[in-house]
């Protein structure tokens, strides 16, 4: 993604890029973007799952001390 977007910031890029290779390279952008934004959402949703066993671990701990 970062490689698709460092092309994309030439100041030639759009000028030297056929329509085709254009469609192609921001359709993958588009598909890195949403396997990424997937990625990112499936992170925040173990960090969370991850808190609440330390949580419970902590109540635990608490509780048996």
Known sequence: LTAIHQQMQQVDFYEQTDSETLTSILKQQAELE???EDL????LELEAEMES??????EEYEENE
């Open 34 to 36: 949403a396997e990424m």
């Open 40 to 43: 990112e959402m499936q992170w």
């Open 53 to 58: 066993v330390e949580a419970k671990i902590y």
